[in-house]
């Protein structure tokens, strides 16, 4: 009885979240700014770019060759004076020297040489929630650097310090922890100048950035897991907007949590302005039990229930492995690396070199 008692409260509790999803909007503006460390041979991909994003549109840029920043919305360019891109063009020249002087500081630190490319990003900006009443409610900031890649750098914004989960990173730690000023302008920007931005940004183009609800679709499917005789069981959801979703993989009706092994790596944007989510467990190949996806978003009238088969995509087919080995090749280099130079965390300094 007690069991069911909770279960019944778990139940509430994860659809009152959702109904409550339904009447908040969320809103974040970040900006991305991505150094290398020397010139590369590819189109598009230039030695530093920077640009704003609304709610994962892309609404203003600059790069190293054009050195002009430019909006990338119709209502950007019409909201906003002519000042507004030339201070904005200023302050990215600066920014881009500041790149260039503190990759070759990490490279060194890291004791690399110039025969690879080196990436240094850094990742700034804020998400809020707009309450049915219109209130602007801050819901946390981001300012954080990586390298290559991995995390670098972060901003606690409660503890006003900065994070390093790596060793690398904690000279540059002591360093700006020193300046105090600059650690409380970091946290004042970021509740505060950043949503006052966003805010304004709202109301100039909140009808062109508005997109209709979208539902989900829904797959289960399961591929050869590393661990011999077993495979890994995937749930995803794709195609769905606004991104707030719920997804639970349940065996035998139980939902399972991340101590049975359940992973995601979160929700994702698209390339059409929907997100996706994958969640996925490693069971046993033999394993005849019932699994299902569950997924609720605010498009649906029900939740959606997928039902896994019980059939694995490649365990008997060694050509299939080949197959899925090449795609995953062709799908590096064609998507993953230009988003490794775009997307990939990192953060900078207004006024200290790392």
């Given at each position: 009885?007690?069991a ?6 778990v139940?509430?509790?994860?659809f ?6 339904d009447?908040v909007?969320?809103?974040s503006?970040?900006y991305?700014y ?12 230039h030695?530093?770019?920077?640009m704003g994003?609304?709610?994962?549109k ?9 050195k002009?920043?430019i909006?990338?919305q ?7 004076p002519?000042?507004?891109?030339e201070?904005?063009?200023q ?6 020297q ?11 630190r890291?004791?690399?040489n110039n025969t690879?490319?080196?990436?240094l ?9 707009q ?5 602007l ?8 650097y990586?390298y ?8 606690d914004?409660?503890?006003m310090q ?11 730690k ?5 300046v ?5 302008y ?6 505060k100048?950043c949503?006052d931005?966003?805010?304004k940004?709202m109301?100039?183009g ?10 989900p ?24 907007y606004?991104k707030?979703?719920l997804m ?6 139980v939902p399972l949590t ?15 302005e ?26 649906l009238?029900e939740p ?22 090449v ?20 953060k ?7």
């Open positions: 009885m007690c069911f008692n909770m279960y019944f409260v139940l509430v509790f994860l009152a979240t959702l109904s409550t999803v009447s909007e969320s809103w503006l970040n991305i991505t150094a290398l460390s020397k010139p590369v041979e590819l189109p598009g991909i030695e530093f770019t920077a994003l609304m709610n994962d892309q609404i203003d840029y600059y790069d190293s060759v054009s002009k920043k909006p990338k119709d209502w950007m360019k019409e909201k906003l002519a000042d507004y891109w201070k904005g063009t302050s990215r020249k600066s920014k881009e500041w790149f260039k002087v503190n990759v070759n500081i990490l490279m060194e890291m004791r690399h690879d490319v080196h990436i990003q850094w990742k700034h900006g804020c998400e809020i929630d309450l049915p009443d219109g209130t409610k801050f819901i946390k900031g981001t300012d954080q990586s290559d890649g991995d995390d670098f750098l972060a901003f914004d409660a503890t900065w994070v390093a989960p790596v060793d690398q990173a904690l000279p540059t002591r360093k700006w922890d020193g105090q000023i600059l650690n409380q970091t946290k004042g920007y970021l509740e100048e949503v931005w966003l805010s940004f109301a100039y909140k009808r062109h950035l508005k997109i209709d609800d979208s539902p679709k829904v797959y289960a499917f399961a591929k050869k897991a590393k661990t011999a005789g077993h495979v890994r069981l995937t749930c995803m959801a794709t195609g769905f606004p707030d979703v639970h993989i349940k065996k035998n009706g991340k101590h049975d092994g359940v992973q995601s790596a979160g929700v994702l944007p698209n390339d059409d929907t997100y996706q989510i994958r969640m996925s467990v490693q069971i046993p190949e033999a394993d005849k039990e019932t699994y299902e996806c569950c997924v609720n978003h605010r498009a009238k959606i229930v997928e039902k896994w088969d019980g059939k694995c995509c490649d365990c008997n087919q060694v050509t299939g492995v080949i197959i899925g080995a795609v995953a090749v062709v799908f590096l280099f064609t998507v993953v690396t230009p988003l490794l130079v775009l997307w990939k965390k990192g900078i300094c207004k006024f200290l070199t790392l």
